[in-house]
């Protein structure tokens, strides 16, 4: 059924009985596409689910949907006479325009792209992009959805992702937690290395492989820097790190280890006379 220019003849077919009866089938056609298709992608969903990551899932479910709903469109909207052709050559034109328009949209379009197939995190994991650390809610063609540990969400462009440097933090089942520990002159080195070692002995969430780590990292203005290194299962992490400093305080408060505050010493060298002093009473 072709479909005339605007005029009496046009109103004449639009309530004609063929045409009503074109109307219902478009939209009965319509209804059954938009089920089918609501029905079909959640079938591929969980098909794919058991394979695949659950983002891939998802992205798959989504354009699963949208095939299927612009096939059915098409359809019914052939079946109400529409010239498929011209319809066609519109949308080319439509989509050229809208490129043109929208190249930050089409930047992060690709960068999703990549984002899918090198897989660098999934739904649920915690990653840290520049400053912001949240869980993944999900990962669309366009954006990244985070919610932070305070509970704000944050949506992240694709291509902001790709240009940035990005952590994931539950990439793999342990972590390692350095401390940097500064211990007065004074003390015996060996003796502060036993005493920390000893205190990740006692601590249960202390993994025993790999090994805690030991590091002098030198000679401080203050003091001697050190940084000993601790293995955690990830999902204690938050849990042994508030923990074992609070130990390392409380030990070497108990054992007199001290843990100096920053000070300066002034020199005036030996052809200056010295800085005068005067003591001022309370």
Known sequence: MDIPEWGPELFKQMTSPEFLVAVLRALIIFIAGYI??????????RAFRASASPHLAMLVRRGTYYLL??????????ELGFNLGVLLGAAGILTVAVGFAAQTSM??????LFLISEKPFQIGDLIKVDQTVGEVLSIDLLSV??????N?????????????????????????????????????????????????DKNPLCLEEPQPLFIFQGFGDSAIDIQFSVWVRREEY??????????IKAVFDQEGIEIPFPH???????????FPVRIVPD
């Open 264 to 274: 300066r010493t002034l020199y005036p060298g030996s052809v200056t006379e010295p």
């Open 69 to 78: 709903l612009l096939l059915f469109g098409i359809w019914a909207l052939y």
């Open 107 to 112: 930047s992060n379009l690709i960068s999703g």
């Open 238 to 247: 938050l849990t042994l790190k508030n923990q074992i400093q609070m130990e």
């Open 36 to 45: 089918l298709a609501r029905l079909a992608s959640r079938a591929v969903q």
């Open 145 to 150: 959805k985070l919610r932070t540990f305070d």
């Open 152 to 200: 704000t969400y944050i949506r992240i462009p694709n291509e902001t992702i790709i240009k940035t440097q990005v952590s994931t933090l539950t990439k793999f089942p342990i972590r390692r937690i350095d401390l940097q520990v500064g211990v007065a002159y004074k003390e015996d080195v060996a003796r502060v290395r036993q005493t920390l070692f000893e205190i990740a």
